[in-house]
């Protein structure tokens, strides 16, 4: 390990899945054996060509999420660690997490993730309700889940998350009172627990446009909505997590590394298709078609690389601290003046004074020496108070 100061994070993009959940948008499809090979050497291929110029990072977090990455063969995932490995500064007690789906993991493959460095898994459970679940397009029950979340546990992993969702059609606040309950009995280390958001031209919003028509109403009115929100915090403060983020709760010390780093703007970097970067203040996807990724990088050379880069753009001083605002006000802490001075070297009050007036009088925001954070009002709408920050 060397003296470097630089730190940087980076997230590797698997985007297959088994099958296609009704309500997601995100870059994942069901493939065959010889795509998911391709993309593997394609993936290792990109991994080793932008080492050259980030040798100068220590890497203190790193993320393998998708779609989902646990689909793959342990070889895969094995053959991508010893590659990253050769080629980073990984810090050794860096944050290493996979998303695993229930269903698609093995005793197998949880050891050979713990052989290859991997400290962390994600578990996508969303619902304990096997009705909601099989409603989602989810491929596992809670029982598929429960023997997956067992044998993480048995394999050595003391680092779990479980994401869970609220407001899914058909979903009461009881049910999901006990899905909250359940999770907590499990005692995972974080829990991230989401809204469904439905995103135009899924199956999931398509059938709920056709019941609205016929004046079925699917979805958990607003106010059941809240409740579960606040049901979440009540039940997850009693047993011993704390909220750090909007939507993500923690024991103590046992955040999430590689998210915090997200929202405080740290440095990233990402493999695979699709996946965005931030490397001191440029900002960069990679292409989102698979053919197109796996051929390029079939033929790579170095001139020919950055073909698979797209949509740079060198962030201006005003998107930096626009960034530095709407992100670091999803933290519970909020954000801190002196820090935005040290960055931006300007006063924070100089370029956002009025907006925090009017926040702090509408009881949507705290401002108290060092710190400015949102109230408990102010995550409440969280959207529309942190659009307020967009210069
Ligand atoms: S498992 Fe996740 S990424 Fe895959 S289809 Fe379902 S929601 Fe999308």
Redesign the pocket.
């Known amino acids: 390990m060397t003296n470097n100061t630089k730190s940087l994070e980076i997230y590797i993009h698997i985007p297959f899945?088994?099958?296609?959940?009704k309500?997601?948008?995100?870059l994942?499809v069901p493939t065959d054996d010889e795509t998911k090979h391709e993309y593997v050497n394609a993936l290792i291929a990109q991994i080793k060509s932008k080492s050259k110029e980030l040798h100068s990072y220590n890497v203190d977090t790193l993320f393998i999420g998708?779609?989902?990455p646990s689909i793959l063969k342990a070889d895969y995932i094995e053959e991508i660690m010893t590659t990253v490995r050769q080629h980073y500064n990984i810090f050794d007690n860096a944050e290493i997490t996979i998303?695993c789906?229930p269903g698609t993991v093995t005793k197998e493959k949880l050891s050979a993730y713990r052989r290859c460095g991997i400290n962390r898994i994600s578990f996508?459970l969303q619902s304990t309700d096997n009705k909601e679940l099989k409603f989602?397009?989810?491929?596992h029950t809670y029982e598929e889940f429960l023997q997956s979340y067992n044998m993480a546990r048995e394999c050595g992993f003391d680092n779990i998350n479980i994401d869970l969702m609220s407001a899914l059609p058909f979903q009461t606040v009881e049910s999901y009172k006990e899905s909250v309950l359940k999770v907590v009995k499990l005692d995972p280390e974080h829990i991230s627990a989401y809204s469904l958001i439905i995103e135009e031209s899924t199956p999931i919003s398509e059938w709920i446009e056709n019941e609205t028509r016929e004046g079925h109403e699917v979805l958990p009115n607003e106010d059941d909505e809240r409740t579960m929100y606040y049901l979440t915090k009540e039940i997850l403060e009693q047993n011993g997590y704390h909220q750090y983020e909007i939507s993500n709760f923690a024991k103590e010390g046992m955040e999430c590394k590689h998210n915090i780093g997200y929202w405080k703007r740290k440095d990233y970097i990402g493999f695979g298709i699709g996946a965005a970067s931030l490397v001191d203040n440029n900002r960069f996807g990679v292409v989102s078609e698979m053919d197109k990724y796996i051929d390029i990088l079939k033929r790579y050379k170095d001139e020919e690389l950055e073909e698979i880069y797209e949509n740079r753009e060198t962030l201006t001083g005003e998107e930096q601290m626009e960034e530095f605002m709407f992100l670091g006000l999803r933290m519970i802490e909020g954000v801190s003046r002196n820090s935005f001075k040290k960055i931006f070297n300007r006063d924070l009050d100089k370029v956002y004074g009025e907006i925090i007036n009017k926040l702090v009088l509408g009881n949507l925001m705290e401002s108290g020496g060092d710190t400015l954070r949102l109230t408990p009002r102010g995550i409440d709408i969280s959207n529309r108070v942190l659009s307020e920050f967009l210069l």
């Open positions: 899945c088994k099958s296609k959940c309500y997601c948008d995100f994942s998708g779609g989902t998303e789906n996508g989602l397009g989810r491929i």
